[in-house]
């Protein structure tokens, strides 16, 4: 029965068994975390053998330099050409980075900044507004970095099949309005899959600004863990035969294919974009780890094989994924406090309770000790409007400790719903 | 005989001579290397069983974490113990990097220009003028960095002890001026270590700006070739000690005690600069490769470990450096048109020749098969005023090799000085 159809009455008695199984599970003293898209120790052990591929020096001669010394400043060649596999994009539009793409995400809005990309009129530091597109729920990491340079950021809604592209072609007509975060396949943290209308309205934007830039953060590309690998486009040819070829960097990495603690990242854009970015990030680095590169291309072989890996982290993540789903289904969808949806890839799962209900639910859950990412996070400025989106994270626990955590989250959730409604 | 003191017959008998084995040397078609302090193939070898430290995956759990996995910003406890000890500071005065220091140092000054530092009044960006001490001869990538963002550079003569610290003291007057680049341990490219009454001085500096900072890249710290390992002091302290706690910023990286293509570096700071910088840091990445630090403990162990590795590099080095140094003391120093020093450390020889004559030198080498570090590259915007400096980095060719081009060198020298004299 939906708690907005139960008599006062029944209310009462429902809020009392919550209150009673609350109380239950933190006399538990639970210590649990579903807070970040962190991958567990079981898939860190299914690719541990990255640490055996590469142990003979004379397996670092390769692609004609010795990966051991300085040089090659946007990465081997052979890292190139795996990404490029990868993502459908060639070689020479590939940039290779060390463990986090985030860094590469950083350095493009960053030397935007300080030095301008290449069709900017000036650095973004000496103009007096600089605003960007944020889909939202989103990334707070991708937020965190706009808002750090004091960007303006407009929320741009989610919609089941990619950002709301009326308002975005609205929007880019203002030529303050510098760019867009996008995770196009399984978005952080809804799952949703763009449609290829989605990406097509994308690549072919006309925005005033002949500097925006889309930051398309193809994170979990190859990160199925329910069903067959999903082909995605190469956007790079989409918006070059849009005439937009210098308008987007795509990024991946392997942080949740290997190691996240020690994987390597890829900037994928126009050869011109590489080449610009390339002489500003010379100044700062020599090359990023190209024995790291190596042992990541000894280890992953080609985009089959890596495939096939993702399989088996699939295999481990299906079960906890469905752990969480099913106790929403069986504890939270009957009661009409909350949707969510199914996802069959990326690494969470999105519920919208009623609003002004999400961070009553962590407060909540916080007490009874299972930590989540904090109410906000996935919206501009950490501030949801309608205090609504919590983004579970499910991969880091061992399943049974998982099944207890989202029963505690649905527990608090329900305890949020009932306290609000007595109000 | 000093070319100044020959006869006119004199110097055209020793033109005819240098000629002719200008021209046999180019005969010899000759594809040579001594443009960057670049280790050899022998040195790679000598520290390859960093690949085999870490292969089994239960190594990775270290300092109660899952090196593994994401997480800890600052890096691994135990590469901060490392480097800690190396430096003589203390671990959580420690920031531990990627494969080159000069990540780190890019990121301080970027950081000043789009958030400023700690007692910075607003960023740099946007301040009408920013100005920077460069000590030159000096480090080209150093200078680079700080021109990419515009600064103002103001060249400070190099002498026997460090820089001239009486004009040093002068310029901090200014408040535009709001740093100084150092390499206090056999500086690159000349070798000189900074003298205790320098450090004293540079400890002790009061710059009118508050936010002046010393880049303080301690790049060879360990970097003996030539006798024992010669113990330097703490510049956190002097600079806490003298009231200067968050002016300096110091660097280091395994780039020459490991593979320079995959190592560790850090930056040390105060407490207080370290958690400042760590929350604008913690925007861009997640953290740097944490198998690649715990494989680098596990490799380097300790100080007294490393500096016994040292030792190994300094007996493929020292016959390199010696190869360069004799030829010069032979073939060069009794004709007067050029001085140079004799270090113990570092990777580089510079020379000085009678002004005029280092593009002219180092563009008949080219035309010899040997490349050389560009004339003016020591010194900021690539400008050498009296076009007198050379850097010769002997580290990159096998011996054999190395004593061609040595010999190349000294007769393009000699060939340009007596070219010059005839006009």
Redesign the interface.
């Known amino acids: 029965m939906m708690y907005k159809d139960m008599t006062p009455a029944q209310r009462r008695e429902e809020h009392e068994k919550v209150s009673a199984q609350f109380d239950a599970w933190k006399g538990k003293h639970l210590k649990l975390d579903m807070s970040?898209g962190?991958?567990g120790?079981e898939q860190?052990?299914l690719v541990?053998d990255i640490?055996?591929v590469?142990?003979?020096?004379a397996q670092?001669a390769v692609d004609g330099m010795?990966?051991?010394?300085?040089?090659?400043l946007g990465g081997l060649p052979c890292a190139k050409r795996y990404f490029a596999e990868v993502l459908g994009v060639k070689p020479e539009e590939c940039f290779i980075g060390?463990?986090?793409s985030?860094?590469l995400m950083?350095?493009v809005i960053?030397k935007a900044?300080?030095?301008g990309l290449r069709h900017s009129e000036k650095?973004w530091?000496?103009l007096d507004k600089v605003k960007f597109l944020c889909p939202a729920p989103g990334y707070d990491?991708h937020f965190?970095?706009t808002e750090?340079?004091g960007v303006e950021m407009i929320t741009i809604p989610m919609t089941e099949t990619g950002p709301d592209m009326d308002l975005v072609e609205e929007q880019v007509k203002d030529p303050a309005v510098k760019g867009i975060w996008c995770v196009p396949k399984y978005s952080n943290p809804e799952g949703i899959v763009y449609s290829d209308e989605t990406v097509d309205r994308i690549a072919r934007l006309k925005p005033a600004a002949p500097d925006f830039t889309i930051m398309w953060d193809n994170a979990y590309c190859i990160h199925e863990f329910d069903g067959d690998f999903l082909p995605f486009r190469d956007i790079l040819t989409l918006c070059r035969e849009a005439g937009n070829a210098d308008m987007v960097f795509e990024f991946a990495s392997t942080?949740k294919v290997t190691?996240?603690?020690?994987g390597i990242s890829v900037m994928a854009s126009s050869v011109e974009n590489i080449q610009y970015m390339s002489k500003?990030m010379g100044?700062?680095?020599?090359?990023?780890?190209?024995?790291?590169q190596l042992r990541h291309v000894l280890y992953l072989k080609d985009k089959d094989h890596t495939l096939a890996l993702m399989k088996k982290h699939a295999a481990v993540l299906k079960p906890k994924f469905d752990a969480v789903v099913t106790a929403l289904e069986t504890e939270i969808a009957p009661l009409g406090i909350a949707k969510f949806r199914r996802p069959k890839g990326g690494y969470f799962v999105s519920v919208d309770t009623l609003p002004g209900l999400a961070k009553r639910t962590l407060a909540l859950c916080k007490e009874a000790g299972v930590v989540m990412t904090g109410a906000g996070a996935t919206f501009p400025y950490g501030v949801d409007p309608q205090d609504s989106n919590i983004r579970i994270a499910p991969s880091l626990p061992p399943v049974a400790e998982l099944e207890d955590a989202i029963q505690v989250f649905c527990t608090c959730l329900k305890l949020a719903a009932l306290e609000s409604m007595e109000k």
Do not use: W
């Open positions: 970040r962190k991958p120790k860190l052990d541990s640490l055996t590469l142990t003979d020096p670092c010795d990966a051991r010394n300085y040089g090659e060390g463990s986090a985030l860094t950083y350095d960053a900044f300080t030095h650095p530091c000496k990491r965190k970095i750090s340079f942080s190691f996240p603690g020690a500003l100044i700062q680095m020599i090359s990023y780890d190209k024995v790291n």
